[in-house]
């Protein structure tokens, strides 16, 4: 179940939380690793709800176009499967570091080739879970105002999507974020 908690931008950003695989919009996100070869949190779950037709198609994208993998800040997409959703489409945060590597840069980078990718997809609503926050450590805090102005920068000229759902896995995390903002 996803709950939402706050509607921001004009109703173009939904700020929820729950599981991003049972979200039942255009696409979702999956905050993946260079080799897209799945991996634990977030990439694991929606490989695993997804089934291996993605892990499939990764691999296909992987050998025809990505031989050295996904750099950080890039995306690509995929079908989804078994999901709910119709696409998914794979990013790749920064690790932190300390901040001093462009550890903030990559992550508004991931972000707005994701937004890019769904928009040139024709995709009206898409969510997103919070990247490079889980394993990768990017501070949560940190992350909020970086998403926050990178969505809404994207969306101010853009007609796509229409809707942008940020889905934090726990309450408590979707609302660090909003204080945050
Ligand atoms: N729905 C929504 N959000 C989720 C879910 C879910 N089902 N599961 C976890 N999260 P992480 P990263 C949240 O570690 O930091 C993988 O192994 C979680 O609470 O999944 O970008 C990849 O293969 C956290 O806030 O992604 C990479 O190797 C957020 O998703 C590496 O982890 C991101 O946590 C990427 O690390």
Known sequence: MIEEIKSLAEG????????ITTFKGDAIVNAANSTLLGGGG?????????????????KRIRSERLPGGLPPGEAVLTGAGKLPTQKVIHTVGPIWHGG???????LSNAYRNALRLAADSGVERVAFP????????????????????????????????????????GREDAELFLREI
């Open 42 to 58: 977030v990439d694991g779950a929606i490989h695993r709800a997804g089934g291996p037709e993605i892990l499939a198609e990764c």
């Open 12 to 19: 173009r950003i939904i700020v929820c939380h729950g599981d």
């Open 130 to 169: 919070a990247i490079s926050t889980g394993v990768y450590g990017f501070p949560k805090k940190l992350a909020a105002s970086i998403v926050y102005d990178t969505v809404t920068d994207f969306l101010r000229h853009e007609q796509l999507p229409h809707t942008v759902f940020l889905l934090f896995f």
């Open 100 to 106: 001093k590597q462009g550890e903030k840069e990559t």
